[in-house]
């Protein structure tokens, strides 16, 4: 078979499972002391993909947190990030720089990043799990008279 054009390479990828550097943001201080430039150092380790909920510590927190990780990349290229899921809303930031938004619990969404250069970079997400009236149920459901079937049984 004669090809007429260049065989094309398959792209590499990685997943970025593991441990990530984790930290609450209780005051909601992070984007004000910009915690993508600058992350803090008291921090925890998670896993990834994971709950923090599920972590000794961490259960009963709702609210604004911040996972980070490094990237190392041996050659330049374009690269994409995928996010199988971030449980509310989702900014991300690649090297301290705002990629984009995401909002919604269990669906995917990407960024796309060209020409990174090669060597080792920092991704960080920071998340906010608040549970309001745009979210999941969170209050005794008064309405059309369910009220009773949401209290819990005694």
Known sequence: MIRTFQQHRLRESQQ???LWDFVFDKNNVGLSEEWNMNFPSNHDRVPVP???NNELG?????????YRTWVTLDNPSHLRLLFHAVMGHADV??????????YGGFTPFDFTIQDVTSGVHELIVRTDS?????????????MYGLRECALPMR
């Open 16 to 18: 970025l499972d593991g």
């Open 50 to 52: 994971g709950c923090w």
């Open 58 to 66: 961490k259960y009963e927190y709702e609210g604004v947190a911040w």
């Open 93 to 102: 930031y690649w090297n301290g720089q705002h990629l984009g938004y995401h």
């Open 130 to 142: 608040t549970l309001g009236t745009n979210t999941l149920p969170y209050h005794i459901v008064e």
